[in-house]
T-cell receptor
Framework: RKEVEQDPGPFNVPEGATVAFNCTYS??????FFWYRQDCRKEPKLLMS???SGNEDGRFTAQLNRASQYISLLIRDSKLSDSATYLC???????????FGPGTRLSVLP | DTEVTQTPKHLVMGMTNKKSLKCEQH?????MYWYKQKAKKPPELMFV???????INESVPSRFSPECPNSSLLNLHLHALQPEDSALYLC????????????FGPGTRLTVL
């Protein structure tokens, strides 16, 4: 079993749609959780950190369920500019080990 | 300043060449990372430096040689690479301990002929 797994994608959605991405992790000692977005041929950029209480930033909502070892990202009112690969990243034990999921590709269509 | 810089942006080299990739950060981070990324794959960890000492080497071939001259700089020396080493090479930094995220540089796109 991979340490971090994500929906395989790709997701092709129309503008204005709501889309949800799922991520599961295997190490119960993991402490920090992040969603990064990566545009084609660019570096990953932090989209959101994910907190136990859940957090929202504009059209983006992230949720963490520690009991189920599950993280989600919800994007409302999708824009063309949201087209990217979304990477779920888990940081273990306060330390240096950041584990990446395989990524989910999103294409928002006009 | 939350920026990680990398040079060069692009590099084309032959299999007999020696070249170096450079990375710099001024966020006071004491952990620095090299990743290799192939198309449509997530970044793959190569090396981690913690307080300027190599702490993780993910069984990377010796033709890749990392170096951390000081707390702000990270180099990756390349020698006798193979065409399959062509990829995007990403540098990142983070706090050595804690809850915070990694910051990535823009990467060096390497082509080995």
């Amino acid at each position: 079993r991979k340490e971090v797994e994500q929906d395989p994608g790709p997701f092709n959605v129309p503008e204005g749609a709501t889309v949800a991405f799922n991520c599961t992790y295997s190490n119960s000692a993991s402490q920090s959780f992040f969603w990064y977005r990566q545009d084609c041929r660019k570096e990953p950029k932090l989209l959101m950190s994910v907190y136990s209480s859940g957090n929202e930033d504009g059209r983006f909502t992230a949720q963490l369920n520690r009991a189920s070892q599950y993280i989600s990202l919800l994007i409302r009112d999708s824009k063309l500019s949201d087209s990217a690969t979304y990477l779920c990243v888990v940081r273990d034990n306060y330390g240096q080990n950041f584990v990446f999921g395989p990524g989910t590709r999103l294409s928002v269509l006009p | 300043d939350t920026e990680v810089t990398q040079t060069p942006k692009h590099l084309v080299m032959g299999m007999t060449n020696k070249k170096s990739l450079k990375c710099e950060q001024h966020m006071g981070h004491r952990a620095m990372y090299w990743y290799k990324q192939k198309a449509k794959k997530p970044p793959e960890l190569m090396f981690v430096y913690s307080y300027e000492k190599l702490s993780i080497n993910e069984s990377v071939p010796s033709r890749f040689s990392p170096e951390c001259p000081n707390s702000s700089l990270l180099n990756l020396h390349l020698h006798a690479l193979q065409p399959e080493d062509s990829a995007l090479y990403l540098c990142a930094s983070s706090q050595e301990r804690g809850f915070d995220e990694q910051f990535f540089g823009p990467g060096t796109r390497l082509t080995v002929l």
